[in-house]
């Protein structure tokens, strides 16, 4: 038996990169997987290459979320994955004295709103049965500053502590309903493409984005993949309100190695 034969899980931004890697590894574990992303053509091709169902979801969206708790009222596990970095369209400014208030807005509407809502349906959605696993993406972004992405790296410290105050409100319910957050760093998704070009200086440019990581190297969607198995799973029945990094070193220690 797979270990999670039988549980109903929902992804969102499910489409591609990680959420893409989730749902597979969900579905190759077991599970009824429902892949949800905002870009309808993209998440039906998606969900249909894993072999999955697909459910149209802007995670900005109450009315949205809405109509997902009716038609999966009681769900095991939520990942929400979806999120932006506000570069996906221009380049910035996005630094603490330059970034506007519509592009701080519109990366927190998806990123901290957006799991928010998540979080607001699957309690929800597992109140009945009582137990269930709630898996919030965040990122190494939001565990350190980081000045030139101001809006993104806040977006990402409130998921990270928006999971523990969801852990422990779940556990003061006395529910047997888990909430961590997985911190990715670098990891090769669709989401690097701007900032890594097309051209000669791609390989440069790749080098240069993991020169500060002991394991010289970007991660895969798959290996956060895996550890959101983890979490879904009753072999993490012990966890809530953690947060598990995936840096390849990165935050071990400072970027000034000895010699």
């Not at 400014?93 to 957006?114: F, I, K, Q, Y």
Request: negative net charge; hydrophobic residues 40%; aromatic residues 6%.
């Amino acid at each position: 038996m797979s270990i999670l034969d039988g549980a109903l899980c929902v992804v969102t931004g499910g489409a591609r990169g990680i959420g893409y890697a989730i749902c597979a590894s969900f579905k190759a574990e077991g599970a009824d997987v429902v892949l949800t992303d905002v870009d309808t053509d993209e998440g039906r091709r998606a969900a249909e290459a894993i072999g999955c169902s697909f459910h149209a979801l802007d995670v900005r969206s109450e009315d949205d979320w809405s109509k997902l708790a009716a038609s999966f009222p009681a769900i095991d596990v939520m990942v929400n994955n979806a999120g932006i970095t506000g570069f996906e369209e221009e380049t910035g400014p996005h630094d603490p004295e330059n970034a506007s208030l519509e592009d701080w807005r519109r990366v927190h509407a998806v990123n901290t709103d957006g799991t928010f809502l998540g979080c607001r349906y699957a309690l929800g959605a597992m109140r009945a049965k009582g137990e269930g696993s709630i898996i919030n993406i965040s990122s190494r972004s939001g565990l350190v500053g980081i000045p030139g992405a101001a809006a993104y790296a806040a977006s990402k410290a409130a998921v990270r502590n928006h999971s523990k105050s969801v852990a422990l409100y779940a556990a003061q319910q006395g529910w047997k309903v888990r909430c961590n957050s997985i911190h990715p760093a670098a990891v090769l998704t669709p989401i690097w493409e701007p900032m890594l070009g097309n051209g000669p200086e791609r390989e440069a440019n790749m080098d240069a984005f993991v020169a500060d990581t002991p394991l010289k190297r970007f991660g895969t969607p798959e290996e956060v993949a895996s550890l959101a198995v983890y979490l879904a799973s009753d072999a993490s029945a012990y966890m809530t309100g953690s947060e598990l990094t995936l840096d390849g070193g990165l935050l071990a220690g400072s970027a000034a190695s000895p010699g």
